[in-house]
């Protein structure tokens, strides 16, 4: 039955039928994680309420067909995040903020490009609109709401927010937020804008594809040098929304279609591995990287779940990760067959480089969190106990870790067949040469990532030995190897140097860049307001002279 | 029924005066009674409004332009509302809050004059009338900022005082040249006089005499200056008056009942409003996010919100003005409920900086919710009130091809959402500090006042359904039928 015939506010799809189940599916997980991990803190009712709220609010997001609906419920889901991050323990506040005024700035300037797409096409309804990009005001509007939608997503420039918002949230609010929901949305408005709302040019593609690649090596890079799991992570939710925003700016059919796929893997596999942080959390109380180690043989499940879902995200074949970055990769080989211009070409090849690149980069940085969490010594240097986590949490995970090998064995079978394909016209693998091909490039990535672990130089073969330093004994409890210092390296490497000290300090950041200025703006007003009366009286002469000149 | 709209509460505060003193709680009743009954008048007032379209009243039998007239058509039975449900709820939060002053009695005469000096302005159809009422507001509201006499207060209350004279002398000055010129003071009937003279450098002039006069009582930049002293001294319910609906009253309405249906607008006039509008906006939000002081900080947004208000009044579109009006109610909603909100703050914890606040979500669930509530509304977070109005007046401008501005009001939006998260995390979320530990929720009519007006914040977004529009669209029609209000007005009377 056509559900459109029935209310014209809402319409069903492939491609928001296939989000909407996704949204149904980490809804419930996220929920049965939460019962246990939330169990002994305080104020549930309204933990739970918004969860229920964001989860309701989201899925009418993906629904409805009017601009304005879409507008209100997704600037409610700022809200609710909002409320679910400042759950009032300390830092909380000042990144729920600082989440809230980029996430609420954002759906501002979505509010603006709506109105300039109702002024331009005169109606609100989505299926009924089709903006060609060939006046400023067409870009301005498609920008703004491609704003919202980075910003939900987290791609750059608008990432600031995920990584200490990943660090600080409670758990499940970081896997259910920022790995998969606001992954969904975001990346499923850009879609639908892309798509159906404005017809694409090559500028603007090449524009998205830029944006992906910037972000994709970005974050991977300040990835590589986190203390913090949850943080990591935090750097590779970023991460990721670079190859979805990459696959999509390709603009061509498989490219669209590998992006989107890329959208439904990676917020199963990083809803994945924040809950295994949470795990860890939870029995060890910490989730800093020095801290751990070890944990393979006291929390065997979640290991399994960790690994194979690093594994996915690093674009490992057989996993499902390894298919949709695969299916971004032919996008962009075949947007370089049809390119015009040797800049053209140049840009495709760099976008395709840093994908590959990243995808490396990010199966180094997962090494490092592996070992140091799961392998490598434990902290005391005593063998743990096996004591995994109750069934609630290593459940989800593992649930989700096994989707991830389906989705990856099975893919054209299963997902594509199912969801991806009928949602995107015209995919066409190319060639018969794609699968060697993509192996190839998977094992570029990877000798690129076993090429910078091997930066730091081979671990000694692991021999036991009691150690002997001219006469005192060492411990080797605290002398061990905690996989933390991995990438030190790249961290004093001339520029990166520079670089990585100031993306500390912030100036990289939108959000703090934006601080300051509204600051030195706002201290710059307080001089004038001395408090003298008869500076204000002056005031208002001159306001009354320019006045007169102005009505004259 | 219209001159109810004043004698009420000049009776109220004549009564008060003279046995508040003697009866103990006489004031508290007669005060929530009369605010009450004004409030149900002005409910009362849509309805007559929805049939009759206008209703005048002749002061004494006298035919206007002779007489001496007062004019109910949908602006003011709009405006009316905005003050009955701002009043009633600020009395029934005073009940409570007042305890810590001396001398409730004093308090409630002068907010009862106040409001019959609101009200009057409301009403009047004649412009030196106007005056008079205006000049009883100010004068009220220059004693009831300086009501808790702390040399703080005494400064604030001068520094108005002066301004407020200023203002008050330019509009006298206005209506003085408009009578020399038209030779009346009636306002349908200068509106007639006007259309058929040739105008003039003369109009231009008062014009702009009325544009200061009623923007230094609106607080529009650069004639702002008072208001970030003014507002926060006085006590909460008052700062909720004065921000809630006063500035709205006597700067807003004077100036929209004067340019829209006396002078008349022009192109050059819209422009004008709309560049005041929008260095309003500007600066009272960065002026806004520098601050500390809870009520400072509101004091400030006050400002930003009348530009955004005016800003929408200057596009002149029918889809703008109903923005900028249904902001306007929505701000007088929001700002009020905001200011209780930080004087439940003060009265349970003694402190309004806000480096010395946080947690007090614990403590104090009911100011936290409906402040948090509040801030977002005015933030123009869905689905409440405020984004319902940000959405239109966004839209209308950008309809009317001021691009540029609608970029600069979003964001300047996102500016107040910045301030208003800094509020809220500074005041209700983060860390509870020790020295909050005992305090208790406030008492039950300031609990009731804020749940109310939170209610009111929430289903504002209901006024655009199409039953409840024409509460709107009636106050839309009457600026939108510009000059032929004295057409509108005479044909009333016959």
């Known amino acids: ?530 408090g003298v009366l008869p500076t204000y009286l002056v005031w208002t002469l001159l306001g009354m002279i320019g006045l007169f000149i102005l009505l004259r | 029924m219209l001159p109810f709209f004043v004698v009420i509460p000049l009776a109220c505060a004549f009564l008060i005066s003279l046995l508040g003193k003697r009866i103990k709680n006489l004031s508290d009743i007669l005060a929530n009674l009369g605010t009450l009954a004004l409030l149900i008048l002005s409910l009362y007032s849509i309805g007559l409004v929805n049939n009759h379209k206008i209703l005048v009243y002749k002061v004494g039998g006298w035919i206007p332009p002779i007489g001496i007239s007062m004019v109910l058509d949908g602006l003011s039975s709009f405006m009316l509302v905005i003050v009955g449900v701002v009043s009633f709820l600020v009395t029934v939060y005073s009940i409570n809050y007042m305890e810590r002053f001396t001398d409730k009695w004093k308090f409630y005469t002068l907010f009862m004059l106040m409001l019959a000096g609101m009200n009057g302005v409301i009403v009047s159809g004649d412009l030196f009338n106007l005056f008079v009422f205006l000049e009883i507001a100010s004068i009220a509201s220059y004693a009831l900022v300086a009501f808790g006499t702390e040399a703080e207060e005494l400064e604030a209350s001068f520094k108005y005082a002066i301004m407020g004279s200023v203002a008050s002398s330019f509009i006298l000055l206005g209506i003085a040249f408009l009578y020399s010129y038209t030779s009346t003071l009636n306002m349908a009937d200068i509106s007639l006089v006007l259309s058929i003279k040739e105008p003039g450098l003369m109009v231009s002039f008062i014009a702009v005499l009325f544009l200061v006069g009623f923007g230094l009582k609106a607080a529009l930049v650069p004639f702002h200056a008072w208001l970030p002293d003014a507002h926060p001294s006085a006590p909460a319910p008052i700062s909720a008056m004065l921000s809630g609906v006063f500035i709205k009253i006597l700067g807003v309405y004077a100036l929209c009942r004067v340019f829209f249906n006396i002078l008349g607008v022009s192109d050059k006039i819209f422009f004008v409003l709309t560049i005041l509008g929008v260095i309003s906006m500007i600066l009272g939000a960065f002026l806004a996010i520098a601050q500390s002081d809870i009520k400072r900080m509101f004091a400030y947004s006050s400002i930003s919100q009348i530009g955004f208000i005016i800003f929408a009044l200057g596009i002149g579109s029918p889809l703008a003005l109903l923005g900028g009006l249904f902001h306007l109610f929505n701000h007088a909603i929001f700002k009020s409920l905001l200011f209780l909100n930080s004087g439940a703050v003060e009265y349970s914890t003694g402190v309004r900086d806000l480096k010395r606040l946080g947690g007090l979500n614990s403590r104090l669930p009911i100011t936290g919710f409906t402040g948090l509530l509040g801030a977002m509304s005015i933030s123009g977070i869905p689905p409440l009130g405020g984004f319902w109005s940000k959405l239109i007046i966004i839209i209308a401008a950008v309809q009317a091809g001021y691009f540029m501005f609608a970029s600069i009001a979003i964001l300047i939006s996102i500016v107040t959402l910045a301030y208003y998260l800094k509020f809220l995390g500074f005041t209700f979320f983060g860390k509870l500090d ?55 007005v005479f044909g009333a009377i016959r």
């Not at chain 1, 939330?38 to 009017?66: E, P, W």
């Not at chain 1, 944990?295 to 879902?309: E, F, G, Q, R, V």
């Not at chain 1, 390119?339 to 480089?353: R, S, T």
């Not at chain 1, 096996?386 to 064995?409: D, K, R």
């Open chain 1, 1 to 530: 039955m056509n559900i459109t015939s029935l209310c014209p506010l809402f319409k069903l799809d492939v491609l928001s039928g296939f989000v909407i189940l996704a949204i149904g599916l980490f809804s419930v997980l996220v929920i049965v994680y939460s019962l246990r991990f939330m169990r002994n803190k305080q104020k549930l009712v309204s933990f739970y309420a918004n969860i229920i709220l964001t989860a309701l609010a989201s899925a009418a997001v993906v629904f409805s067909n009017n601009l304005i609906l879409l507008l209100v419920l997704w600037g409610f889901l700022g809200l609710t995040l909002y409320l679910l991050i400042n759950r009032g323990e300390e830092s909380q506040d000042a990144i729920a903020k600082k989440t809230f005024i980029i996430i609420g700035g954002s759906d501002a300037l979505m509010l603006l490009g709506v109105g300039i797409v109702y002024y331009l096409s005169g109606t609100f309804q989505m299926d009924a609109i089709r903006l060609e990009l060939n006046n400023s005001l067409a870009v301005l509007a498609y920008l703004c709401i491609a704003v919202a939608c980075f910003a939900k997503a987290g791609a750059m420039p608008f990432h600031s927010w995920i990584p200490d918002c990943a660090r600080y949230a409670p758990v499940p609010v970081a896997a259910f937020l920022l790995a998969s929901l606001d992954k969904l949305l975001g990346i499923y408005l850009l879609a639908r804008i892309s798509l159906d709302l404005f017809v694409m040019n090559e500028a603007m593609n090449i524009f998205l594809m830029l944006i992906g690649a910037l972000t994709i090596i970005a974050a991977v890079m300040m990835a590589l040098v986190q203390h913090n799991m949850k943080r990591l992570l935090g750097y590779h939710a970023v991460s990721q929304v670079g190859y979805m925003v990459l696959g999509i700016g390709t603009g061509t059919p498989i490219g669209i279609a590998g992006g989107i796929f890329h959208m439904l893997n990676n917020s199963i596999y990083k809803q994945a591995l924040f809950f295994t942080s949470g795990n860890v959390e939870q029995k060890t109380g910490t989730t800093d990287l020095d801290k751990l180690g070890g944990l393979s043989k006291a929390m065997p499940l979640t290991y399994i779940s960790a690994l194979i879902a690093s594994l996915s995200i690093s674009g490992v074949p057989p996993f499902n990760g390894f298919v949709s970055k695969w299916m971004i990769y032919q996008g962009l080989i075949s947007k370089c067959q049809i390119a015009n211009g040797k800049w053209q070409m140049i840009v495709y090849l760099l976008c395709l480089a840093a994908a590959m690149f990243g995808s490396g980069l990010t199966l180094a940085s997962f090494l490092k969190l592996i070992h140091a969490t799961f392998l490598g010594q434990s902290v005391n240097g005593k063998r743990a106990k096996v004591a995994e986590v109750n069934w609630a949490m290593w459940l989800p995970p593992l649930l989700l870790a096994s989707i991830c090998v389906i989705f990856g064995v099975f893919a054209i079978q299963v997902p594509l067949k199912y969801f991806i394909l009928p949602a995107v016209a015209g995919v066409t693998f190319i060639g018969t040469w794609y699968a060697g091909l993509s192996t190839l490039l998977i094992i570029i990535g990877l000798l690129l990532g076993v090429l910078i672990f091997k930066l730091k130089g081979i671990r000694p073969v692991l021999r036991q030995d009691t150690a002997f330093t001219g006469g005192e004994t060492l411990d080797l409890a605290e002398n061990r190897v905690t996989g933390t210092e991995f990438y030190n390296t790249i961290k004093d490497l001339g520029l990166l140097a520079t670089i990585y000290k100031n993306a500390e300090k912030g100036l990289f950041d939108i959000y703090e860049q934006a601080k300051r200025l509204t600051f030195f703006t706002a201290s710059a007003l307080q001089y004038l307001h001395n």
């Open chain 2, 434 to 488: 020790d020295a909050w530990l005992k305090i208790k929720e406030v008492p039950w009519a300031m609990r009731f006042s804020m749940i109310i007006l939170a209610i009111i914040c929430v289903i504002t977004g209901l006024l655009l359904i199409p039953i409840l529009r024409p509460f709107l669209q009636s106050a839309v029609e009457v600026l939108l039928s510009g000059r032929e209000y004295s057409s509108i």
